[in-house]
C-alpha cells in the first residue's frame, strides 16, 4: 500500500510564503517533490496573536475561523481553501496514477516529479488518439514519397 507524507517546507527565505513537500512510499520506492502549492507560514489573528496555517500531524492546512471577516480575511480564507483543494486533488491525481500502473517494480526515479508536472500540465500529455496516430501515419508517407534532401 502506497503512503502519501506531506510537509512544509524548512526553508526560510525572503518569501513569507512556504511549498508543501510531497513523499511518497511504497516498500523500496521512497520518492520526495516539490508540489508548488504556496502557503504563508503564519497569520496574525484578530487579537494580534501569531497562529499556524499548517498541522504536520494532521498534513494538512488549517484553514482559520473569524469571528468578524473584513475583506482581507475573507481572501485569506478563500485562498486557503483553494490551496486546499489543488493538494487534495494532487494527492489524489498521484494514487490514481499509481494505482493505473501495471509493473510498479520499473517506476524510474523522477515519477513523481513526472505525476506532478501530468497535473499541472494536462494538455501536454493528452492521451494518443486514433486521429492523431493516422494524421501520423500520413505524415510519415509523405515524408518518404517526398524523397526531402538536405542541402549541405
Known sequence: MATIYLSLSKKSDTNPQKEIRIRFKHGKLDQQAKTNIFIPAEYTDE???????????????????????NDEQKEFKQYLASQSEKLNALTSSIQTIFN????????????LKGCIDKYYQRGKY???????????????VFLDKKNLRLAA
Not at 494580534?48 to 492546512?61: C, P, S
Not at 493505473?100 to 515519477?111: A, F, L
Request: proline share 4%; no cysteine; glycine share 2%.
Open 100 to 111: 493505473e500502473t501495471k509493473d510498479k517494480d520499473v517506476i524510474i526515479s523522477d515519477w
Open 47 to 69: 487579537n494580534g496573536k501569531r497562529k499556524i496555517v499548517w498541522d504536520n500531524k494532521t498534513q494538512q492546512i488549517i484553514i482559520p475561523n473569524f469571528r468578524l471577516m
Open 126 to 140: 493528452a492521451p494518443i488518439t486514433e486521429e492523431s496516430k493516422r494524421k501520423q501515419a500520413f505524415f510519415d
